[in-house]
């Protein structure tokens, strides 16, 4: 697995792009699994000019 890549217990996770403003990322769930709700405080910050 590339450092790109991830394997979790609840399947895995490949970051297809990522900068200083972002993050992309391609998610593989297993069946029977899931993910739990979070939130990153910088992913809801509002740009004010």
Not at 1 to 28: C, F, N
Not at 32 to 47: A, I, M, N
């Amino acid at each position: 697995m590339s450092e790109d890549q991830s394997q979790r217990p609840w399947g895995r996770y490949e970051i297809l792009q990522e900068s200083a403003a972002h993050k992309v990322k391609t998610i593989w769930v297993n069946p029977g699994k899931r993910l739990s709700y979070q939130r990153h405080e910088t992913s809801f910050r509002v740009r004010r000019r």
